[in-house]
């Protein structure tokens, strides 16, 4: 599949959305790429998620790092596909940890994959865990790259993803969104929180 195919693709199904969105950065934007609507197709998700492992295996993970909830199906696809242990990231009381006996050792070459990179944030915060646990990645993907400009915390990374697509932000105090009272959603899942 190539990336002219994959944003075809994302149009037909609901992937790609246009309207008002809060994301989880806490900026608006016109733009969602919601890709849970992808993964509920898992023979196109296979296939999107094959331009990814066609990309990272140069670099031999040992093991696929996601984050919860948008990265986990993929990252268990591309842990497939790859034949490699998959593992997520999730959310306690607002920090990235691993749960469920989820656990990386200094000799895993871990490749972090996202859904979707907007700012970066999740991102590093994933970067951080990994390296609180005395390993480094070999290298970052994500399904769709929507940053306005590269992040330089992960860039030192291999970097490599399904679809670009451009990104408009808005700071919510100067959304020209809200100025016209577009009703707004808020779609991300960086709010959900397990307390257990």
Known sequence: M????????????GVLKKGHFK????????TYLQCAILQQYPYLH?????????????????????????GIVSAYELGRLLGLRSIFAERVEGA?????????????????????????????????LVKSHQTTPVSVATIVDRQHEKTASIDEYP?????????????PENCPLCL????????GSRRMNSKS
């Open 2 to 13: 190539t990336e002219k195919e994959a944003l075809e693709l994302f149009e037909q199904i």
């Open 23 to 30: 994301l989880s950065s806490g900026k608006h934007s016109d």
């Open 46 to 70: 296979a296939k999107v998620i094959q331009m990814l492992a066609d990309k990272v295996k140069m670099h031999n993970p040992s093991v696929v790092v996601g984050a919860a909830v948008g």
């Open 96 to 128: 990235l940890t691993f749960r469920r006996g989820y656990a990386l050792f200094p000799d895993d070459k871990p490749v972090l994959l996202e859904d979707v990179i907007t700012t970066a944030k999740t991102t590093r915060e994933l970067i951080d």
């Open 159 to 171: 970097f490599f993803s399904a679809v670009r697509v451009e990104a408009v932000l808005f700071d």
């Open 180 to 187: 016209k009272n577009v009703p707004i959603d808020e779609p």
